[in-house]
């Protein structure tokens, strides 16, 4: 069956619903799902509209929002969708941009409340070490002393295991579930679900409608679609061949070579569909030096 509703795990498909000035009640309503009360947003503002065109490849969506709550309160919220090698060391990379550029300068300098990193994952950590934090979907993180006490307040990490999302349609009991299940099912979706027939969820079903999308939409869409699915391909294509070759030379060796070989094969064909250098290696977490020698073997 044809697909009705943009796929959100996509850059483009994410930033459509969460990253347009039309997206704002979206935006804040999903965002408020997920903070502290304290912290519910009054009014918001994109960093960079420029940025957040449909000319850009969209390989990841990654966007900070300047926030202020109820009491007046200034903080920022950066939102990423990614799948990405080393991706918990790459979100406290880029998690710190907002922090040192915000820190000193404009009306926000020395106002800065808190910055929130939110990360909607569609793969799952492991890392685990208990079996109930492999089922875990909502992943809030400080920086701790050695007595769990927090150290420092300013900076929260949420992770989004939308793999470990579960729950039926009956079984929604907040307005956080509702949004992780339209997320995790809306290309799936033909019709509104009955549980989401307000306002908010309305306008987010038509921003996400395909056919209500321009032609210049469906192209960056498509080149959009294109990169998820090659990207899912070439991590199931590493997670089989390290498989099959740990079966002979042991899981951890098997599984450095055959992410390594795949790791080649997305140069190649990054490459091919002309991104650039700063592109590839961000998607593939090598250095300028190692794509450089893949491109000359």
Not at 13 to 19: L, N, P, S, Y
Not at 164 to 182: A, I, P, V
Not at 270 to 281: C, E, H, R, T, Y
Request: glycine residues 4%; proline residues 2%.
């Amino acid at each position: 069956m044809k697909a009705k509703y943009v796929n959100p795990f996509t850059g483009f498909g994410f930033k459509k619903i969460f990253g347009e000035e039309a997206s704002k009640p979206l935006l804040i309503d999903f965002l408020n799902s997920l903070l502290p009360e304290s912290d519910h947003i009054a009014n918001l503002s994109f960093k960079n509209n420029e940025q957040l065109q449909i000319t850009e490849p969209y390989f990841y969506g990654i966007f900070d929002v300047f926030c202020i709550n109820a009491k007046g309160e200034k903080f920022i919220v950066e939102l990423q969708k990614s799948k990405l090698d080393y991706f918990i060391n790459r979100t406290k990379f880029y998690d710190s941009f907002p922090i040192l550029e915000y820190a000193e300068k404009d009306e926000w300098h020395n106002q800065i409340k808190a910055v929130y990193c939110i990360g909607v994952l569609d793969f799952i950590f492991n890392d685990y070490q208990t079996e109930s934090e492999k089922k875990e979907v909502v992943h809030t993180i400080k920086l701790k002393n050695q007595n769990c006490k927090t150290f420092y307040d300013k900076l929260t990490f949420i992770y989004l295991e939308m793999p470990n999302f579960n729950k039926s349609e009956q079984e929604l009991s907040t307005r956080l579930d509702q949004w992780l299940y339209f997320i995790k099912y809306l290309e799936d979706f033909q019709s509104i679900p009955a549980i989401m027939a307000d306002e908010v969820f309305h306008q987010a079903f038509e921003t996400a409608e395909l056919a209500k999308f321009n032609e210049a939409e469906m192209n960056g869409y498509e080149r959009s679609l294109k990169v998820f699915r090659d990207n899912n391909n070439t991590y199931e294509y590493a997670i089989r061949t390290a498989t099959e070759k740990g079966l002979e030379e042991g899981m951890e060796k098997g599984m450095e070579k055959g992410i390594k070989e795949t790791k080649i094969e997305m140069v190649k064909s990054a490459k091919k569909l002309g991104l650039s250098v700063a592109d590839i290696m961000k998607l593939t977490g090598l250095t300028e030096k190692e794509i450089d020698k893949i491109e000359k073997d």
